[in-house]
Every structure is written in C-alpha cells, then in structure tokens.
C-alpha cells in the first residue's frame, strides 16, 4: 500500500519555465512534509519542507503548496534551470516522535536548455 | 559540519562474506537511521535509532545488524547476504523531537555477488 504517490514518473521542462511536481498521500495523520532533490550515485539533498498549519512555504525558486482536504502537495520550481534535472521525492510524515518518513517514489524532472 | 558522511562508498562482497557498512554525523543529532533504496524506488526505512537505541526495525532480516555505539556512529553489519539486496544504503541523522528533516549521506552502493 503506497501511502505517498508520485504519479507522475517523469517530467521535462524548458528553461526558464515553471516546473510543477505533484505529490498525493493517504494517512490524514501524515503532517510533515519534505522534498528532496536526488542526483545519480548520490544521497537525497533536502530542499524544503511544509507543515500542516500552513498551505504555502517558500524558499527562493522553491515553493511548496499543500492542500489538507485533497491530500495533495506540489513542488514548484520557478524558473527552471538545468541544474535542477534530478530525482525529485516527496516524504511524509507523522510528527509523533517515531521519525519515520515514507517516501514516494519520485518524480524524474529534465530541464531542457 | 553539516554532513553525514557514510563509508565506503562501493562495496562488492560475496555471500558468505562479513562487512560493515560505517556512517558519522558531527551535528549533534540524536536520531539516526539506515535507508535501502533500490534502483527506480524511493528510500525504504530499515532501522532507526534514537539516544543511540534501536527504536524502530522494519522487519528488516537478520543478516542486516546494525549498531550504534556513540551518539555520531552508525555501523550497519552485513553478513550471508543474497543478490537481491544489492542496493544504495543511505544513512541519515536529524535532531530528535521534531519531523524536521533529516541530513542524508551519500550512500554506499552494495552490489552482492
């Protein structure tokens, strides 16, 4: 039972554009949440997260959006650089103290130069 | 410091081999955890250890042992391991008594022949 889902296996956008990355989960209990950004032979590179008291959070050409009712997040990326070609993975979490994460299984972005 | 560095970063064993798989943190973190992520998948919990306890084990096999022997060490040993868990091993820490998120390590990718 997946309980957090990227359906979409790959993305490809041009430079300069926005990029748009979307993540769905189903335990209502999950209430943290993370993005991380995984290149090849490498480990995961935080880029931001979000917790349920708030429904937009943003760093730099990052912006995550999280809408509780739908459980659903998305990851945009304003403008898109070809430095930002990875792996993206959503995680999610209950902030109960067991510090586990569940992982989706990730979303492949190509910015095309 | 801000990294968890993780040693070696490939390893070739044989079934009937014995290694160890090391992870170190310098940032004061006391929650630390050992991910297995197969190709086109996303990181799967195996162990997590906080105050340097094991607190949670996700059913993980016995031939996967880790130990933690200070609050900046994580050994993962391996011993009579099959094909099928050839993977990237990451290791990650965070502070405790928050779902903030984790650092990850680069990985050490294990090929069993």
């Known amino acids: 039972d997946q309980q957090v889902k990227q359906n979409s296996p790959s993305l490809s956008v041009q430079e300069g554009r926005i990029s748009i990355l979307n993540c769905d989960y189903t335990n209502s209990m999950f209430d943290y949440f993370l993005w991380y950004k995984k290149y090849p032979a490498e480990g995961p590179t935080f880029l931001i997260s979000i917790s349920s008291i708030k429904d937009k959070n943003e760093d730099g050409r990052f912006t995550v959006f999280l809408n509780k009712s739908a459980k659903h997040l998305s990851l945009h990326i304003v403008p898109s650089q070809p430095g930002d070609s990875a792996v993206y993975f959503c995680a999610a979490s209950a902030a109960s103290g067991t510090y586990k994460y569940i992982f989706g299984t990730g979303t492949r972005l190509k910015v095309l130069a | 410091d801000t990294e968890v560095t993780q040693t070696p970063k490939h390893l070739v064993m044989g079934m009937t081999n014995k290694k160890s798989l090391k992870c170190e943190q310098h940032?004061?973190?006391?929650?630390m955890y050992w991910y297995k992520q197969k190709a086109k998948k996303p990181p799967e919990l195996m162990f997590v250890y906080s105050y340097e306890k094991l607190s949670i084990n996700e059913s993980v096999p016995s031939r996967f042992s880790p130990e933690c022997p200070n609050s900046s060490l994580l050994n993962l040993h391996l011993h009579a391991l099959q094909p099928e868990d050839s993977a990237l091993y990451l290791c990650?820490?965070?502070?405790?008594?928050?779902?903030?998120?984790?650092?990850f390590g680069s990985g050490t990718r294990l090929t069993v022949v």
């Open positions: 940032m004061g973190h006391r929650a």
């Open positions: 990650a820490s965070s502070p405790t008594g928050t779902a903030k998120g984790y650092t």
